[in-house]
């Protein structure tokens, strides 16, 4: 029986490919359940049930998803904190309106990567979410030196730590010889590289925000008309750290799932 | 123990020595594929219900997943589904 082209349909096939070895027995019993049934709306809506049912699964016990949840969990609420703290200790942050939308919004970019994390953590294995989480270290460095740095440098760093999902892509289709593996690493590295460049970039603003100015910077805080240089210095860097919180895995994301299209090597199965 | 679950359980007990697929529970207990999968695997994970993969049938079509209740899972029926079933029974008779 041939399977009809629905959101379900897709989502299981896919989930199967992604999902460790634990779960993937029950997807590939879904799926064969599926088949199984004649009716192409009843096959549609026995779809639909089995992609609720792996959405709203409470994640695994095994120590790789309990090590991803836990990780993006403390980047989330770290993150949380520190634009908790920037609210607080700056005042001037919260004058006029402006500043409730984009906390809004931030707000979701946090509940959005919390959500992500628990539910990439169910797929694979400890082995893959462990260089997931490695190669997103470097972001935090890349988050400070883009805070210190010039603009110009910046950009570079900036491709850097887009970059970052497809080295993990690379590194666990190389170790595991499966491009499933590598897309699961890449959806890692992209959330906690997201999360750890807010964290160290806002860190870094914080604690350097009495530094000098530079003559470049002096000329666009004249340029906004605003009074204090601290506030303005900080809720610009706050700005542009929240711009990476959606950048790092709207970008690095696809660049990460096009590294995983390169040839493994044919020699070992893709078992992990 | 959830109503649903009781229902799993009550549909694998109707035969409880046979083998049964996913989508004829599903029909028995009246639940939808995305409340009876989750059930199904907590009552593998706890040792209620086995499961095993049919024996090729055709060329071209898949082998289905089976489920059976373990031991515990029939010990498990005797304590909880047959009393409140009885206990069912008795509020109609009352």
Same mark, same amino acid.
């Given at each position: 029986m041939?399977?009809?082209? !629905?959101?379900?349909g897709f989502?299981l096939?896919?989930y199967r490919r992604?999902s460790?070895p634990? /779960?993937?027995e029950?997807v590939?019993?879904?799926i064969?359940?599926?088949?199984?049934? &004649?009716?192409p709306a009843? /096959?549609?809506r026995?779809?639909?049930?089995?992609?609720?049912?792996l959405?709203?699964a409470? #994640?695994?016990r095994d120590?790789?998803?309990t090590v991803?949840?836990?990780?993006?969990a @403390?980047c989330?609420?770290?993150?949380?904190?520190?634009a908790?703290?920037g609210?607080?200790?700056?005042?001037?942050l919260r004058s006029g309106?402006s500043?409730?939308p984009y @906390?809004a919004?931030?707000?979701i970019a946090? #509940?959005?990567?919390?959500?992500?994390g628990a539910q990439? !953590?169910? @797929?694979r294995?400890?082995s893959?979410?462990r260089?997931?989480i490695?190669?997103a270290?470097?972001?935090?460095?890349?988050?400070w030196f883009?805070?210190r740095?010039?603009?110009?440098t910046?950009?570079?760093v900036?491709?850097?730590?887009?970059? @970052?999902?497809?080295v993990a892509a690379?590194?666990?289709?190389?170790?595991?010889r499966s491009a499933?593996s590598?897309?699961v690493a890449?959806? &890692?590295?992209?959330?906690?590289?997201?999360?750890?460049?807010?964290?160290?970039?806002?860190?870094?603003?914080y604690?350097? !925000?009495?530094?000098?100015?530079?003559?470049?910077?002096l000329q666009?805080f004249?340029r906004?008309?605003?009074?204090d240089? /601290?506030?303005?210095?900080?809720? &610009?860097?706050?700005?542009?750290?929240c711009?990476?919180?959606?950048?790092?895995p709207?970008?690095g994301?696809?660049?990460?799932?096009?590294?995983?299209?390169?040839?493994?090597l044919? !020699?070992?199965?893709?078992?992990v | 123990?959830t109503?649903a679950t009781?229902? +799993?359980l009550?549909s694998?007990?109707?035969y409880?020595g046979e083998?049964?697929y996913?989508?004829?529970?599903?029909?028995e207990?009246?639940?939808?594929?995305g409340?009876l999968y989750p059930i199904?695997i907590?009552?593998a994970?706890?040792?209620l219900l086995?499961?095993?993969?049919?024996?090729?049938?055709s060329?071209?079509r898949p082998?289905?997943?089976?489920?059976?209740?373990t031991?515990?899972?029939r010990?498990?029926i005797g304590? +909880?589904?047959?009393?409140?079933?009885?206990r069912?029974?008795?509020?109609?008779?009352?």
């Amino acid at each position: 029986m041939t399977s009809v082209p !629905s959101f379900g349909g897709f989502f299981l096939e896919g989930y199967r490919r992604l999902s460790g070895p634990t /779960r993937r027995e029950w997807v590939d019993a879904m799926i064969a359940e599926r088949d199984a049934i &004649d009716m192409p709306a009843e /096959r549609r809506r026995f779809a639909r049930g089995c992609t609720f049912a792996l959405l709203t699964a409470p #994640g695994h016990r095994d120590e790789g998803a309990t090590v991803m949840r836990s990780v993006t969990a @403390l980047c989330a609420a770290v993150a949380t904190g520190l634009a908790a703290f920037g609210l607080i200790y700056y005042p001037g942050l919260r004058s006029g309106s402006s500043w409730i939308p984009y @906390l809004a919004l931030f707000v979701i970019a946090i #509940g959005v990567y919390t959500l992500c994390g628990a539910q990439v !953590s169910k @797929l694979r294995t400890f082995s893959t979410h462990r260089i997931g989480i490695l190669a997103a270290i470097p972001a935090l460095p890349c988050a400070w030196f883009v805070a210190r740095g010039s603009a110009t440098t910046s950009y570079g760093v900036n491709l850097i730590v887009v970059l @970052l999902p497809a080295v993990a892509a690379v590194w666990a289709m190389r170790r595991h010889r499966s491009a499933a593996s590598g897309a699961v690493a890449a959806m &890692d590295t992209a959330l906690l590289a997201g999360l750890l460049f807010f964290v160290g970039f806002v860190w870094t603003t914080y604690a350097s !925000s009495s530094g000098i100015p530079t003559g470049v910077i002096l000329q666009e805080f004249i340029r906004s008309g605003t009074s204090d240089y /601290r506030t303005w210095s900080i809720g &610009d860097n706050l700005g542009g750290a929240c711009f990476m919180l959606f950048f790092v895995p709207a970008v690095g994301l696809p660049v990460g799932l096009l590294a995983t299209l390169l040839p493994t090597l044919p !020699s070992h199965p893709s078992t992990v | 123990m959830t109503a649903a679950t009781l229902a +799993v359980l009550s549909s694998l007990a109707r035969y409880p020595g046979e083998w049964h697929y996913g989508y004829e529970l599903l029909t028995e207990s009246g639940l939808k594929s995305g409340s009876l999968y989750p059930i199904l695997i907590r009552l593998a994970d706890r040792g209620l219900l086995e499961a095993r993969w049919e024996d090729p049938v055709s060329p071209g079509r898949p082998p289905r997943h089976l489920y059976r209740l373990t031991a515990a899972g029939r010990q498990l029926i005797g304590e +909880v589904v047959v009393p409140t079933g009885r206990r069912q029974l008795q509020l109609r008779g009352a």
